[in-house]
């Protein structure tokens, strides 16, 4: 007697601030992007189950309706009812897969403490999903991965946190790990105070998401950010009119360029954190000498916040202006590099080798949390 069985693809998912990234690993990309938020109810329904929860973009159609819970903020599991519901919709609702039959990756939030939240992703993986077995990874390193390289320093800006992280064949350099309070939400929020002087209408969830819109259309990034503007001004281009979702228009002129310019010169907002570029040198700089040439020359752009147009010119000439001379500078800049953490996992998970990474449910529930490497 013959039996077939399709191979069962693994299943991964890249939980972040913004937005939550899952597919089936012999996927290109996620075939889902769920946004960080959970939604209840404000009012009480005597038909409402203690199950009665909304998630991600569902939230978002009618914010008012719901009390908004983040179960990711600023890259740390903070909510963890929440986080249970999001991957519940994620498991049932978006991918139609039983968690029991899937060995999954899961990219873990940027900032997590490491033991504290493994463990905890092991008891709601194996727990409350029944999951057969787990391979938990750090973004940083699948990221780098994602691009076929093991050593490099990983810029990271994504919703909540930038994160700067020197790794060496395939481990992270701990002493080089940089993390700043300063990327997407930070640019719209820059961009919804300069705006709401003319509208109030922008200090609203829907007037916010608007300008996000905006933003990630319409921003960019300059080679030389003052030469720039005076061929703009000579052009006399710099005005660009935008449609938003509720029909208005907005104009908008040289904030298009000074808001992600606030990477690059952090004084313009409040000089809360060093500039990108003297970020990664310190990053650089605070590993071994040996290793240094190969990080300047394996600096990879990863997150949703580096795809302003521009952003990789942009850091190859500041980072020429810093590496010592006669290193060799190359930035490498993927495609859709929000999706960057989740693509390396994927690659990861199609390995010959991805068993042997994975804790099963049955070694955990034997060895307990010593089983995490
Ligand atoms: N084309 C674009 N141009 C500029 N910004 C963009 C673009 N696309 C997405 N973003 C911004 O990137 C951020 C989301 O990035 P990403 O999905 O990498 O974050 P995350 O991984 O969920 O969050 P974090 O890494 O902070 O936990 C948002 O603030 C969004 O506005």
């Given at each position: ?60 159609k009618c914010a008012s309706r719901f009390k908004i819970i983040q179960p ?73 991965f994602s691009v076929g390289r093991t050593t490099g320093v990983i810029v ?192 990861l998970a199609k390995l010959s080798s991805f068993s042997q990474a994975c ?15």
């Amino acid at each position: 007697m013959s039996c077939f069985e399709e191979e069962v693809s693994p299943v991964v998912i890249d939980y972040g601030t913004y937005s939550i990234k899952a597919g089936l690993a012999n996927q290109t990309e996620p075939s889902v992007e769920v946004r960080n938020l959970v939604g209840k109810s404000k009012r009480i329904n005597i038909f409402a189950t203690e199950g009665d929860v909304y998630v991600g973009n569902e939230v978002l159609k009618c914010a008012s309706r719901f009390k908004i819970i983040q179960p990711i903020q600023n890259g740390i599991i903070v909510n963890e009812p929440s986080f249970d519901a999001i991957t519940d919709h994620i498991f049932w609702k978006e991918l139609n897969v039983y968690s029991s039959a899937q060995p999954v990756v899961v990219i873990k939030p940027s900032q997590s403490p490491l033991e504290e939240k493994e463990e905890f992703l092991c008891n709601t993986f194996f727990g409350n999903f029944d999951v057969p077995s787990l391979s938990i990874r750090d973004s940083a390193i699948t990221a780098l991965f994602s691009v076929g390289r093991t050593t490099g320093v990983i810029v990271d800006s994504g919703h909540a946190i930038t994160k700067i992280v020197a790794i060496y064949e395939g481990k992270v350099i701990p002493e080089s790990t940089i993390i700043v309070p300063l990327a997407g939400d930070h640019l719209t929020e820059h961009m919804v105070r300069i705006l709401s002087g003319e509208d109030s209408y922008y200090e609203t969830r829907a007037g916010k998401e608007a300008i996000r819109t905006m933003k990630e259309k319409a921003c960019f990034l300059a080679e030389d950010y003052d030469q720039e503007f005076q061929n703009r001004l000579k052009e006399k281009n710099l005005m660009e009119t935008f449609e938003l979702p509720d029909g208005q228009s907005i104009s908008v002129t040289e904030e298009i360029a000074q808001c992600p310019e606030l990477l690059f010169n952090p004084s313009l907002l409040d000089g809360r954190c060093k500039a990108l570029q003297y970020l990664i040198e310190d990053c650089i700089m605070a590993c071994n000498e040996e290793v240094r040439d190969a990080l300047w020359y394996n600096i990879v752009l990863s997150g949703g916040n580096s795809m302003f147009e521009g952003f990789g010119e942009r850091v190859y000439s500041e980072i020429k202006k810093l590496a010592p001379e006669g290193t060799k500078v190359r930035i490498i800049c993927g495609g859709r590099r929000e999706y960057q953490p989740w693509k390396g996992g994927s690659i990861l998970a199609k390995l010959s080798s991805f068993s042997q990474a994975c804790i099963t449910k049955q070694a955990y529930y034997e060895s307990g949390s010593s089983i995490i490497d």
